[in-house]
């Protein structure tokens, strides 16, 4: 069984959560409060990643 993570970008990221908006996202990216990495120009951040900064969550239900 894979058990793949799944990467948004920071708008699909800003979709998910209500209440962040694709600039804040950003901002936690760069100052590194938010775990993510670069691809290219863009930051990729994962699902476990969003949700355990946002809800304090462990691991995806």
Do not use: H, P
Not at 17 to 46: H, M, N, P
């Amino acid at each position: 069984m894979e058990n793949k993570e799944r990467l948004l970008t920071i708008k699909e990221a800003a979709g998910l959560i209500d209440g962040l908006t694709e600039y804040r996202i950003r901002q936690l990216c760069v100052s590194g409060t938010l775990k993510c990495f670069k691809a290219g120009r863009k930051y990729l951040i994962t699902e476990r990643n969003l949700r355990s900064m946002v809800f304090g969550e462990d691991s995806i239900a």
